[in-house]
């Protein structure tokens, strides 16, 4: 007799490892792919350009259900009305007004190495239910790639304050304070950020080394648009985005780890 562990599933990568279930404690934990073995919920709203109409899309197995996202939007467009929140906290993001709206699909899905990806034009973002203060310590992780270089916001609140802001060797971790780093982001490359915010310190991490760090952090910061739209030129193209109100740094390989299984980016 085999007993098959329902928190551990088979797919067609090899084992499948949930990741909220193995680092609980997320505020908020948005992803295209299913995250907690309990989580029931659906993965995105959509909203199709033929008619308006809108859909919940949920999972088949721990992947988007990007057949049902096909068949409901055809040749048309597919924009993402609302993320849903599986950490429990119920902070889903979205976004009401239509031309600002992200795409998930366009006639086909979105999507890089197989996956599907959100993309967010300069005008276009989704918005936390309500903004969040993180000037204590903080981790976050974020998928993500942009097509242009200069200003690229990520996490931005309505008064410009930065929770983080890819500008080239200085990273603004917020208005007052940037974190120096070895390389730039590329432009149309697909990274894996991870970001330690501690009192006395920040880290940044890209695909699971170290780039970057500072001392003693200074100005407040706020969690609200993902992505930030205020000083943004580039389109963001995004898969999932994980937020600890805490230091996670020895957990922080792991999780790295287990993102990248999913999602294959370095």
Same mark, same amino acid.
């Given at each position: 007799?085999?007993?098959?562990?329902?928190?551990?599933?088979?797919?067609s990568g090899g084992s499948y490892s949930y990741l909220l279930d193995d680092y609980p404690g997320a505020y908020v934990a948005y992803s295209t792919r299913k995250l907690s073995s309990t989580y029931i919920g659906s993965c995105i709203r959509i909203r199709r350009s033929s008619d308006n109409a809108e859909q919940d899309i949920d999972f088949v197995g721990n992947d988007l259900d990007t057949a049902s996202i096909s068949s409901f939007c055809g040749a048309g467009v597919g924009y993402v009305v609302k993320w849903y929140d599986q950490s429990g906290n119920a902070e889903d993001k979205s976004n009401s007004t239509a031309a600002n709206q992200p795409i998930i699909y366009n006639n086909g899905m979105i999507t890089r190495n197989g996956k599907p990806y959100i993309s967010a034009s300069s005008s276009q973002w989704l918005q936390l239910t309500s903004a969040q203060n993180v000037s204590g310590s903080f981790t976050f992780f974020i998928t993500y790639e942009k097509d242009a270089s200069?200003?690229?916001?990520?996490?931005?609140?309505?008064?410009?304050?930065y929770a983080w802001l890819d500008y080239g060797l200085n990273q603004y971790h917020? /208005?007052?304070?940037?974190?120096?780093? #070895? $390389?730039? +982001?590329?432009? &149309? @490359? !697909?990274?894996?950020?991870? /970001?330690?915010?501690?009192?006395?310190? #920040? $880290?940044? +991490?890209?695909? &699971? @080394? !170290?780039?970057?760090?500072?001392?003693?952090?200074?100005?407040?910061?706020?969690?609200?648009?993902?992505?930030?739209?205020?000083?943004?030129?580039?389109?963001?193209?995004?898969?999932?985005?994980?937020?600890?109100?805490?230091?996670?740094?020895?957990?922080?390989?792991?999780?790295?780890?287990?993102?990248?299984?999913?999602?294959s980016i370095y």
């Open positions: 007799m085999f007993l098959i562990n329902p928190y551990i599933l088979q797919t200069g200003n690229q916001a990520i996490l931005l609140d309505g008064s410009n304050t917020s /208005t007052n304070f940037t974190v120096p780093i #070895s $390389s730039v +982001y590329n432009v &149309n @490359t !697909l990274y894996l950020n991870n /970001t330690i915010s501690l009192p006395a310190s #920040s $880290s940044i +991490y890209r695909n &699971n @080394t !170290l780039i970057g760090t500072a001392g003693t952090k200074s100005g407040s910061s706020y969690l609200n648009r993902l992505p930030g739209n205020a000083s943004r030129s580039a389109t963001i193209h995004f898969s999932e985005f994980i937020f600890y109100p805490s230091d996670k740094t020895s957990d922080s390989p792991d999780i790295n780890n287990n993102i990248n299984n999913y999602f």
